[in-house]
Nanobody, 119 residues
């Protein structure tokens, strides 16, 4: 079993920055992809950004140029640096980790952290 602990959410003014962290612990054999999703009430959870084991990244169009994902493989941690935040970035942010054991893939979600962008 793998546990994910998120941190770094909070209230920030438009144009401000926040950095989210998600640390994985437990029975980790091999972490493949790591990513961040977000969800607002009444809407589906959406992909914000993801990074593969090889470092390939993908971003939603709405955050390109403003958000940066990175990972520290030694710490089994993924980060999300969010700059130039906008009110529409307000959401609960969830990290997602995909691990592999041979041909088996397991998906784990963090508990979510609230990000509120407001003046």
């Amino acid at each position: 079993q793998v546990q994910l602990v998120e941190s770094g959410g909070g209230l920030v003014q438009p144009g401000g920055s926040l950095r989210l962290s998600c640390a994985a612990s437990g029975s980790i054999y091999n972490i493949n992809a790591m990513g961040w999703y977000r969800q607002v009430p009444g809407k589906q959870r959406e992909l914000v950004t993801a990074i593969t084991g090889g470092g390939t990244t993908t971003y939603a169009d709405s955050v390109k140029g403003r958000f940066t994902i990175s990972r520290d493989n030694a710490k089994n941690t993924v980060y999300l640096q969010m700059n130039s935040l906008k009110p529409e970035d307000t959401a609960v942010y969830y990290c997602k980790v995909i691990t592999s054991r041979g041909v088996l893939l397991d998906v784990y979600w963090g508990q979510g952290t609230q990000v509120t962008v407001s003046s």
